[in-house]
């Protein structure tokens, strides 16, 4: 039944059923049911460069995906994260109905306060969810939020292994190019410590689908201050191979 609203993108239907859905399609499941979505073509490159990867299954359409499983973990897949939400977690939903049933995401994002250094690693503990995609899969709200069990998990392996991190949530928009001084103000005293364009819609196909999902995103560029800082933020190859490598370790302990 939907639930009538002035505005469209409040309105929410509460029918399990989809007129297309990649769960009516009889897909082959995948050899493993653990994948990594990283937001780090450079890294994937260098492991594809070192013959560490082994393709997966390439998923053919106007946006080709392709999926890849670890050579010396086969039972671990990785795929390159595609931009925003109706991308990313749409291919997530497509990924569950091949058989996936914990997802690590890995990527970076915006700091909301300056005093978090490039490279700071975020437990994601939500998301608000100023974006689009997420209202079609879980009711509206203003934040949305990873399973608790999930995010202790990944927290005590950080811990175990004495890896410094933050927990808490982020901000997640469509437009990346509204990202105002008064939205970043009001986002950071909302909570948020980070911006990005896909966790509240990955959290919420992790809902919708019921699997386990976390995600570990490190402080990027600046954008607290009246100018944007980009810290240089993408060129960071060790801290972004080495949270890969992480990932790697966690999407089987969660």
Known sequence: MITKNEYPVLEFDDDLD???SPFKWNLEPFSSDKMIITFFPEVMNELKENNQLELERLIEGENPVEVYRFKDQPDILIT???????????????????????VIFCGGGGVLDKNIKVGTLLVVE????????????????RYIYTDKNITKKISDYL?????????????TTDAMFRETKA???????????IVEMEQAGCIAVAQFRNFDYGAIIYGGDDVSQEEWNTRS?????GIRYNLVT????????I
């Open 18 to 20: 989809a007129v297309v």
């Open 80 to 102: 390159l994260g595609y931009v925003g939400c109706p991308a990313c977690a749409g291919n997530l939903e497509f990924f569950a109905a091949c058989g996936v049933k914990k």
């Open 126 to 141: 939500g998301a608000i969810r100023d974006e689009g995609f997420s209202y079609r899969y879980i009711k509206p709200s």
């Open 159 to 171: 811990e175990e292994h004495k890896i410094s991190y933050l927990t808490g949530i982020t901000w």
């Open 183 to 193: 939205l970043v103000e009001q986002r950071k005293a909302e909570g948020a410590k």
């Open 233 to 237: 933020w993408n060129k960071r190859k």
């Open 246 to 253: 992480l990932c790697k370790e966690l999407v089987s302990y």
